[in-house]
């Protein structure tokens, strides 16, 4: 494939978190129930992680479903929470065939009893794999990340264990669910929209936006190439001028 020849392995973004948008609307395209768009998007998952995992990017964080997704149809929801058990179940060997570890962030403990369950599973069995750090948000949000966070500081403030005066961001990070994986450098949505949708708040301050306009199920390994060669394209400056960084790296070359 002549586009990921033009791939600079040496820059490689360490954390790519996506939003996996536009399943329902895939689904009504085809003439079918947002559930069978549901069920396409897992082959896309399971294309871009290998994808991914194969570039060398040693965390992929994926927005699954949101603390919000509760709000939909009862029988898509139903059919999600379905799909999550059938589908985690059957990806175990082929995350242990590509040295995946699974992880998950969110309220996961309001998750349903055999999701859970499930889910927690998967997490033991592949968590001695090393290439890559596939994260699932489930049950997630992003302002309720950061509020869960700011009552863990209040409770460890009142015990002793955090002194008010030293918060900071770094202090902060280490209370997300976050705090094992650096912040993504990239955040991809599919579908064409152009918002946030309460993900990763707190951690994407400094991320590169990338938006598709691909619907989650067409989205393939050329079209993740494609945001991460545009990803490499852009300069990232966190504040600083151009006059600044050029300045910096020349005093890395003394």
Not at 1 to 9: F, G
Not at 22 to 48: C, I, L, M, P
Not at 71 to 77: A, I, L, S
Request: proline share 4%; net charge neutral; with cysteine.
């Amino acid at each position: 494939m002549d586009i990921l020849k033009r791939i600079d392995l040496n820059k490689l973004p360490s954390h790519v978190a996506i939003i996996m948008d536009g399943n329902g609307r895939w689904a009504r395209r085809q003439g079918h129930d947002r559930a069978f768009g549901h069920h396409k998007g897992v082959d896309a998952v399971r294309t871009v992680s290998e994808a991914a995992a194969e570039l060398g990017i040693r965390y992929l964080t994926l927005y699954t479903f949101s603390t919000e997704n509760w709000n939909r149809p009862q029988d898509e929801v139903e059919a999600l929470m379905h799909l999550f058990v059938e589908t985690i179940e059957k990806e175990i060997p082929t995350l242990n065939k590509n040295d995946i570890r699974l992880n998950a962030i969110g309220n996961i403990d309001g998750l349903p009893e055999i999701n859970r369950e499930k889910l927690l599973s998967t997490i033991v069995q592949t968590k001695n794999n090393k290439r890559m750090v596939l994260t699932l948000a489930l049950n997630y949000s992003g302002r309720w990340e950061i509020i869960e966070a700011v009552k863990k500081m209040i409770k460890d403030g009142k015990s002793g264990k955090l002194n008010p005066e030293m918060i900071n961001c770094e202090v902060i990070s280490k209370y997300m669910n976050t705090a094992a994986m650096p912040d993504p450098e990239l955040l991809i949505r599919t579908s064409g929209e152009q918002r946030i949708s309460n993900f990763l708040l707190w951690q994407i301050a400094y991320s590169e936006l990338y938006f598709s306009p691909k619907l989650w199920p067409d989205f393939n390994k050329e079209d993740f190439y494609k945001a991460i060669l545009e990803y490499q394209k852009r300069e990232r400056r966190f504040g600083l001028t151009q006059e600044q960084l050029k300045f910096g790296e020349q005093n890395e070359d003394v």
